[in-house]
């Protein structure tokens, strides 16, 4: 007797259910090990500190063909809860919508390749493996989520051939983009230090805010690049410049500023910091001001260039939602930046105009559609 379809939309209300804000594995990763190990598959708990993560796979380990799915269960904090028209973790269906914290981003993406992948091994078992990353650390550090697994995978010689990540890509309406890269994320804190003393004193004084200043416009004023063949123009923002100086009549000692930059493929984050430096030791010799320098790489520029696995998934999202996907570059940082060392990868999913918001929610077709493109990935993969 055939098995019924798992309901991908079921799935999702309970993992919105679980309460997984990072760190919080909250029950998620429990209710995937235990659907996915009834579906025959091989769960491994990858937990490294304090953070749940779960691996699991379906078929021959160092099989010639393993496709792969990543993704997390940890979400965003809910904010003001009185802000919200449903609770939060209630999964609340209503006027074809799912509401809760993780519907969109992304416990629908991963309830869908979870019921995809569980129905084509119980149906028509391909030949090869399905392999599953979960981690509950995508919305944090992310220091011990992807990366404790792709580790744990390297140490215990498990390989995807290539990998989908369900994260939210489409602007606006289902099918309409495919992410084959991200740009780059880093971000420097600067710290100028000169001396301190009275207004009416300058001389007698060594004041860090023009130097600050003239640091920043250089900075901020110089153009990094005019774009890519697959990348918008490189950008650098000052997010926020401090002296905690309440006082008119003092020229503070010290100043500090932070910058963000999201880089495309024509650096790499080594040659940003060298250039930063270059600039920072300018104004340094410049003013007579001692200056230092901290940075945060989240990720480097990556892409997978146009070819078989982008084609794949563009063909199986055109047949389900009758939408030709445009390849992007757009967005933020995601998982995807750590699985483009082990295999290549490519991101889609739903539309992601709610996610991190307050009533966060999915439209319920949508999580079923997301399954049907799944799917036919799978299939098409292993045909």
Same mark, same amino acid.
């Given at each position: 007797?055939p098995?019924?379809?798992?309901?991908?939309?079921?799935?999702?209300?309970?993992?919105?259910?679980?309460?997984?804000?990072?760190?919080?594995?909250?029950?998620?990763?429990?209710?995937?090990?235990?659907?996915?190990?009834?579906?025959?598959?091989?769960?491994?708990?990858?937990d490294?500190?304090?953070?749940?993560?779960?691996?699991?796979?379906?078929?021959?380990?160092?099989?010639?063909?393993?496709?792969?799915?990543?993704?997390?269960?940890?979400?965003?904090p809910?904010?003001?809860?009185?802000?919200?028209?449903?609770p939060?973790?209630?999964?609340?269906?209503k006027?074809?919508?799912?509401?809760?914290?993780?519907?969109t981003?992304?416990?629908?993406?991963?309830?869908?390749?979870?019921a995809?992948?569980?129905?084509?091994?119980?149906?028509?078992?391909?030949?090869?493996?399905?392999?599953?990353?979960?981690?509950?650390?995508?919305?944090?550090?992310?220091?011990?989520?992807?990366?404790?697994?792709?580790?744990?995978m390297?140490?215990?010689?498990?390989?995807?051939?290539?990998?989908?990540?369900?994260?939210?890509?489409?602007?606006?309406?289902?099918?309409?983009?495919i992410?084959?890269?991200? @740009?780059?994320?880093? !971000?420097?804190?600067?710290? $100028? *230090?000169?001396?301190?003393?009275? /207004?009416?004193?300058?001389? %007698? =004084?060594?004041?860090?805010?023009?130097?600050?200043?003239?640091?920043?416009?250089?900075?901020?004023?110089?153009?990094?690049?005019?774009?890519?063949a697959?990348?918008?123009?490189?950008?650098?923002?000052?997010?926020?410049?401090d002296?905690?100086?309440?006082?008119?009549?003092?020229?503070?000692?010290?100043?500090?500023?932070?910058?963000?930059?999201?880089f495309?493929?024509?650096?790499?984050?080594?040659?940003?910091?060298?250039?930063?430096q270059?600039?920072?030791?300018?104004?340094?010799?410049?003013?007579?001001?001692?200056?230092?320098? @901290?940075?945060?790489? !989240?990720?480097?520029?990556? $892409? *997978?260039?146009?070819?078989?696995? /982008?084609?794949?998934?563009? %063909? =199986?999202?055109?047949?389900?939602t009758?939408?030709?996907?445009?390849?992007s570059?757009?967005?933020?940082?995601?998982?995807?930046r750590?699985?483009?060392?082990?295999?290549?990868?490519?991101e889609?999913?739903?539309?992601?105009?709610?996610?991190?918001?307050?009533?966060?929610?999915?439209?319920?077709?949508?999580?079923?559609?997301?399954?049907?493109?799944?799917?036919?990935?799978?299939s098409?993969?292993?045909?």
């Open positions: 007797m098995f019924p379809p798992l309901d991908a939309a079921r799935l999702t209300a309970d993992l919105i259910r679980c309460a997984s804000v990072t760190p919080e594995e909250g029950g998620a990763l429990q209710l995937l090990e235990q659907v996915l190990t009834g579906a025959g598959f091989t769960c491994v708990r990858v490294r500190g304090g953070i749940a993560n779960l691996f699991a796979r379906w078929g021959e380990k160092g099989a010639a063909r393993a496709f792969g799915f990543n993704g997390h269960t940890d979400v965003v809910v904010g003001d809860v009185e802000a919200w028209s449903v939060p973790f209630g999964a609340v269906e006027a074809g919508m799912l509401w809760g914290r993780g519907a981003d992304m416990k629908s993406a991963v309830a869908a390749f979870v995809a992948a569980v129905d084509m091994v119980r149906d028509a078992p391909p030949k090869g493996a399905i392999i599953i990353t979960i981690t509950g650390d995508e919305e944090g550090d992310a220091v011990d989520g992807t990366v404790a697994l792709l580790d744990w390297a140490a215990n010689d498990e390989r995807m051939t290539a990998c989908l990540v369900g994260e939210p890509t489409c602007p606006e309406r289902m099918g309409e983009m992410k084959i890269g991200r @740009r780059g994320s880093l !971000s420097a804190w600067f710290a $100028l *230090t000169g001396v301190q003393g009275h /207004s009416a004193y300058p001389h %007698r =004084a060594k004041n860090p805010l023009p130097a600050m200043a003239r640091l920043m416009d250089r900075l901020a004023s110089h153009t990094l690049d005019s774009g890519t697959h990348f918008d123009p490189s950008t650098l923002a000052v997010v926020t410049i002296t905690g100086n309440p006082a008119t009549n003092v020229i503070p000692a010290s100043c500090r500023a932070t910058v963000n930059i999201r495309n493929d024509a650096h790499t984050s080594q040659s940003l910091i060298a250039w930063m270059a600039e920072l030791d300018g104004v340094s010799d410049e003013f007579g001001v001692a200056c230092e320098m @901290r940075v945060k790489v !989240s990720g480097e520029s990556f $892409l *997978t260039p146009p070819g078989p696995l /982008s084609d794949l998934v563009t %063909r =199986a999202v055109e047949a389900e009758g939408v030709k996907p445009v390849l570059t757009t967005g933020g940082t995601s998982d995807a750590f699985v483009k060392d082990h295999c290549p990868v490519v889609f999913g739903l539309v992601g105009q709610t996610m991190h918001q307050v009533d966060e929610r999915v439209e319920v077709a949508q999580i079923h559609q997301l399954k049907a493109i799944y799917a036919r990935i799978l098409d993969y292993f045909a």
